[in-house]
């Protein structure tokens, strides 16, 4: 690529204009006089080739980027941009196209769209290859440019070409270059790699989109510094036009981007803010989320506050919808807390709506699919209360199952979906045998067990009192008054009345105790 020396007319023509003009007779011998514009071209184009060093530091910039963004980690995303060595064939297209010398263009070019495939396999592969592949915020901020975008990319492309054009420093703005362009390469691999194809169109977009940006700019400034091909004022100022009307083309739809975005953080705001206001000043939003792609906009929501400031989940759903006049689907998770209780219970709540933003905010569909397993039903038999994080369901007959089965499957599933109060009702059938040792009044091991089935099934049955042989009617004996068959049965009303049944008085029947249902008039 040599830069051809400027034609008489040229000289005759644009000169004399120019030197009427003070400022661009100083700039034309001041600032374009003191660039050696031979020697910048020839670092370009000996920088701006396909070369295996080329290659091989792209696809391993790339690499360390797609890391840095399945980590979510700043720093090893920066540390990829320094190593990035995009810059010389981008460069290369710009003042390519400053000289009309299109096949410096179509090299550069080669080089550029090369490098970028090598870069988008090797990171797809490693994302393919990794036990991590959730979309993380790193990725998230690489997929919808916008008009801050195109003005991060134009900012560096005027640095780095300033840089180059002058001899200084053009290593480290190579970075701010590799800054718009590397992080959106690795995530178009990461896309492709999970086949996600919101994140892969928005990545390439915003690839693209910088590289034109840059790639432009570059060719305005190495015009303005002088390097360009002989050519009539007329050709100068329809390039001109050209670049500039590029530049309003690519930045206007940014611009909508750009003012979806403030409209979408000024709703989160609002949501924040009203939801602040019903749940008072001691309450805290621990986690707020707002899905735009879905119809209506989901809100997702984790509040802890104090028990008296609980909301209905569907009046603070049509409040939001007043406020901000269109449809929401809201799911809030609210994590209430007694202040009475200290900061014991404090730190349970808070632990639990950690948990909460942990698993996503809303856990609710995945403990209902939980539950219906082990409850051996369908998903449509299950009764979900978010605003209480309670899940209800009745139990389907399993085979060779007896109400201890089912008393088991309750506690595995609660103990599975901390947080949530499970309610697996059992078929009705006979309660369990309570077996006391020979010669003893104590509940407990196998004995108490089936006192706390029983408990437990009355409960599920909404029945609120069970029948226990051997305990008198009237006044209740002292114990060490009474027989063993009487203490046995005043041992179990004990537990009984402890989880919130009655003990009604029946006739004892035999050595062993079995409660029964009261019978109804």
Request: charged residues 15%; without cysteine.
């Amino acid at each position: 690529m040599n830069e051809a020396p400027q034609a008489e007319a040229d000289r005759s023509a644009g000169r004399r204009v120019s030197d009427r003009i003070p400022l661009a007779r100083w700039w034309r011998i001041a600032v374009i006089g003191s660039v050696d514009h031979q020697k910048v071209i020839d670092r370009i184009v000996d920088e701006s080739g396909l070369t295996a060093r080329y290659l091989f530091m792209t696809t391993m910039s790339a690499g360390i980027a797609v890391l840095g963004l399945l980590l979510s980690s700043p720093a090893v995303v920066i540390g990829a941009m320094l190593i990035s060595p995009l810059m010389g064939p981008i460069l290369g297209v710009g003042f390519g196209l400053a000289l009309f010398e299109f096949d410096e263009v179509k090299r550069a070019l080669t080089a550029f769209l090369l490098g970028s495939l090598a870069a988008v396999l090797f990171t797809a592969l490693i994302v393919l290859a990794s036990p991590l592949q959730a979309t993380t915020s790193e990725i998230l901020a690489r997929t919808r440019p916008n008009l801050f975008d195109l003005l991060v990319a134009l900012f560096a492309a005027l640095a780095g070409t300033f840089a180059i054009i002058r001899g200084r420093g053009e290593a480290i703005v190579g970075v701010a270059i590799a800054t718009a362009l590397m992080p959106p390469l690795a995530v178009v691999g990461y896309g492709l790699a999970t086949w996600n194809l919101p994140v892969l169109t928005g990545s390439l977009a915003l690839f693209g989109t910088n590289f034109f940006t840059i790639a432009l700019a570059s060719t305005v400034l190495a015009r303005l510094y002088g390097f360009g091909h002989h050519l009539t004022r007329k050709q100068t100022l329809m390039q001109t036009g050209v670049l500039m009307a590029a530049f309003v083309a690519m930045s206007i739809p940014l611009a909508f981007a750009l003012g979806q975005i403030a409209r979408e953080a000024l709703f989160v705001n609002q949501v924040r803010s009203l939801l602040s206001g019903r749940f008072g000043t001691e309450s805290r939003i621990t986690q707020l989320d707002v899905d735009f792609h879905q119809r209506p906009w989901t809100v997702r929501a984790v509040v802890v506050a104090p028990r008296s400031q609980a909301q209905s989940s569907s009046a603070l759903q049509s409040s939001l919808q007043d406020e901000t006049g269109r449809d929401l689907d809201l799911h809030i998770n609210q994590i209430l807390i007694d202040p009475a209780q200290g900061n014991a219970a404090q730190r349970a709540a808070l632990e639990r709506a950690n948990a909460a933003a942990v698993d996503g905010v809303d856990r609710s569909e995945e403990v209902a699919d939980l539950v219906s397993i082990a409850a051996g039903v369908s998903r449509e038999n299950i009764t979900l209360d978010r605003e209480q994080q309670r899940v209800v369901t009745a139990a389907a007959p399993l085979p060779g199952a007896d109400l201890a089965t089912y008393y088991a499957l309750e506690r595995r599933a609660a103990a599975a979906a901390e947080g949530w109060a499970i309610e697996i009702v059992p078929p009705t059938g006979p309660l369990p045998q309570i077996d006391f040792a020979d010669g003893s009044d104590s509940l407990e091991g196998a004995a108490r067990s089936a006192a706390l089935q029983s408990a437990w099934a009355a409960r599920r049955w909404n029945v609120p009192a069970l029948q226990v042989p051997g305990l008198p009617a009237g006044e209740r004996p002292d114990v060490d008054d009474a027989g063993l068959t009487v203490r046995r049965a005043l041992a179990i009303a004990t537990l009984l009345e402890a989880q919130g049944v009655r003990a009604l008085p029946a006739p004892p029947v035999g050595s062993s105790v079995r409660l029964a249902l009261p019978e109804t008039p």
